[in-house]
């Protein structure tokens, strides 16, 4: 006779999970296949969910913000001396200070954009506030040869490299901007910062506030305070930023154009929000599969070892017996397909990693007048898909198959157990 | 000498079996004393592996009681009857039913592996057993490495793991060859003599029948006895 049952604890037996891990290695290989099939699946499904939504953050991250606000307005009657493009029409000092004060927002950088038709030429200027956290100031990173602006400089401006070479430009030369002279002090790369109001120069904001204010070109259309600006970058808390938008919007009226991150999803148009759509319809579909197939895969190698299970209650075993090391037995296919999952999943990642999404910037976002070579050329900013692994991916991957098949595992051996030995031995 | 055997180690009281539309088993009583070789012999169909599974508590009958080492089993739960198993009884299957991922060796300590036990212990108990039954040398064979004789020698060792006070064997010579099927009977037969284990044997060879020490006999359900 053999030991008593009182205290005897339920045990895995090492030997028979190896022997049925090992023994069986179509059973294995299936199980571990069909785990990791849908781990890799489910990891690369949200990393690149993840790239997208980061994909449409980086027009706006790169100048620092997550909102953009312009006003339209109406187009200038006449391109000569400095003039407001449509698309950027005034927003006064107090529009401003109400939006600033708006629930959410951390941050607000005011700026000036205008065109320049002084003296036979055209240039786009922007007036920047060099200490500004967000927006065009963001360009001290940029600065390719001299220096950035400081807010005690008088008449200095930053011209932008390619058109500057164009033009002949370099440090300590000087250009005409509203018909005041004003020195080179530094040459800026814009590209590398941001597509979203771009310029050719760029000036302390409070003489371009004087220079378009004093503009009879603006006067004609539009009313601007010393104090006003007409385009804003506001940073603002990720998760109201759209909550945000909507009050911005509310408070300027129908002209405002805010923009998010939604916005460029937008832009996107038709193709990615079908890809999105896609996307999600792509994602339900792997996890009813994984549901599908995880627990019938389960369910059916209980099955198939049914007459075996039926030898285990014949000689002895318990129900919470043969449940444990089956339950066992079932932890290491998943737990190993997991883990080759994730391996996939990762290479598969990494290999999207290298596909360039190009997100397009509206006109209206860095105007250039239609009439100039190349003015009515659509911007992108190409952005690489950032499949970057967060926990949330590796949790929601690996829990979905651990739940699945070890409840499968657990139903389907308590009903083979319920059962008397003597049918699931004669079980065919 | 088993410390575990009581005077009746099988007792069957109007015991009937009951399905949708037939009755294998009706009315059956009768008693098996502790040390006892018996066979229950019948036609296919008369309902013998379902008494088998029943007075071996594989199964529950619908009606009648069915004690087991003085033991009322249609009164336990499936997991007491495992445990009733574990403690008393060996079954020795006309399909072997081996585990095929597993040596001879663990074939045959299959049954201790819910036991808390030293696995050189488990190993020692069951090497014992093999060396009994012939297959020392088929230690580490897969089962399908061995022939059906092989085999069965391997299921009886695993039957007899447990020391069962009762061995229950269903046609256990059915798959075998008549030489081979020889050896298993002599080799049952010997345990049931040297470890005075109480032998419960299904077949319908009369000549096996020869061997025991009595014989009941099945029809329709019904059980009469020589």
Redesign the interface.
């Known amino acids: 006779?053999?030991?008593k049952?009182m205290g005897?604890?339920?045990?895995i037996?090492r030997?028979?999970l190896v022997?049925?891990l090992?023994?069986?290695r179509r059973r294995s290989a299936v199980n571990i296949g069909l785990v990791a099939l849908v781990v890799a699946v489910l990891v690369c499904i949200t990393m690149l969910a993840g790239a997208l939504e980061h994909a449409f953050q980086t027009p706006l991250s790169d100048i620092g913000a997550n909102i953009t606000v312009q006003m339209a307005g109406d187009v200038p009657e006449q391109m000569a001396g400095p003039v407001l493009p449509c698309s950027v029409a005034p927003i006064s000092d107090e529009q401003s200070r109400s939006i600033g004060v708006i629930p959410g927002i951390q941050n607000i950088s005011r700026a000036v954009l205008f065109w320049d038709f002084s003296d036979d030429t055209f240039q786009i200027v922007v007036g920047l506030q060099p200490t500004d956290r967000a927006g065009p100031a963001l360009l001290r990173a940029a600065v390719t040869q001299g220096r950035m602006l400081t807010e005690s400089d008088s008449f200095m401006a930053l011209a932008e490299t390619v058109w500057a070479e164009k033009a002949g430009l370099h440090p300590g030369d000087q250009v005409k901007i509203g018909g005041r002279a004003f020195t080179i002090v530094g040459m800026v790369d814009a590209s590398k910062i941001s597509r979203i109001g771009t310029a050719h120069l760029y000036i302390n904001l409070s003489e371009a506030r004087a220079i378009v204010a004093a503009a009879p070109g603006v006067a004609e259309i539009h009313s601007f305070g010393i104090k006003d600006s007409n385009l804003l970058f506001i940073q603002a808390e990720r998760d109201k930023a759209e909550a945000i938008a909507a009050k911005i919007k509310q408070l300027l009226g129908d002209k405002a154009s805010v923009s998010t991150p939604n916005s460029f999803k937008e832009l996107l148009g038709s193709l990615f929000t079908l890809t999105q759509r896609f996307s999600g319809m792509i994602s339900a579909m792997v996890f009813f599969l994984a549901v599908l197939l995880i627990s019938r895969n389960s369910a059916a190698a209980i099955r198939e070892r049914t007459?075996?299970i039926?030898?285990?209650?014949?000689?002895?075993?318990?129900?919470?017996?043969i449940r444990y090391q089956l339950f066992a037995e079932n932890f290491f296919y998943i737990a190993l397909g997991t883990i080759a999952g994730l391996l996939l999943g990762t290479i598969a990642a990494w290999a999207l990693s290298f596909v360039t999404i190009a997100i397009p910037i509206p006109w209206d976002m860095a105007p250039t007048p239609h009439f100039l070579p190349g003015g009515e050329q659509q911007l992108f900013r190409e952005v690489h898909l950032q499949m970057t692994p967060g926990l949330k991916v590796l949790l929601s991957a690996c829990l979905v198959p651990l739940v699945l098949g070890l409840a499968t595992v657990w139903s389907a051996s308590h009903s083979i157990?319920?059962l008397?030995?003597?049918?699931v031995?004669r079980y065919e | 000498m088993n410390e575990n055997r009581i005077n009746d180690a099988i007792a069957v009281q109007n015991v009937s079996k009951h399905f949708a539309t037939v009755s294998p088993v009706r009315d059956v009583s009768f008693q098996v004393t502790a040390g006892e070789f018996i066979t229950l012999l019948g036609p296919s169909g008369s309902g013998k592996s379902t008494l088998l599974g029943l007075v071996a508590g594989l199964e529950k009958p619908s009606e009648g009681s069915i004690r087991l080492q003085g033991r009322e089993i249609t009164e336990c739960s499936e997991d007491e009857l495992a445990l009733l198993r574990r403690d008393f009884v060996g079954f020795v299957f006309q399909a072997f039913h081996l585990i095929p991922t597993l040596s001879a060796l663990e074939n045959v300590s299959f049954p201790l592996y819910p036991v808390q036990m030293e696995t050189k212990e488990r190993q020692e108990r069951a090497m014992a057993l093999l060396e009994k039954v012939g297959l020392a040398d088929r230690a580490e064979h897969l089962p399908s490495r061995l022939s059906g004789g092989e085999r069965q020698r391997v299921a009886i060792a695993r039957a007899l793991v447990n020391e069962p006070a009762i061995l229950y064997c269903d046609e256990p010579t059915g798959n075998l060859d008549s030489a081979t099927g020889r050896e298993i009977l002599t080799l049952l037969s010997t345990l049931n003599q040297d470890r005075e284990v109480t032998l419960f044997m299904v077949t319908h060879d009369r000549d096996i029948a020869k061997l025991s020490h009595r014989s009941l006999f099945m029809h329709d359900g019904e059980v009469t006895e020589s």
């Open positions: 006779m053999i030991k049952h005897e604890e339920l045990m037996n030997k028979y022997s049925e090992t023994g069986r007459r075996e039926g030898t285990m209650k014949a000689v002895g075993w318990t129900g919470a017996d157990t319920r008397q030995t003597s049918e031995l």
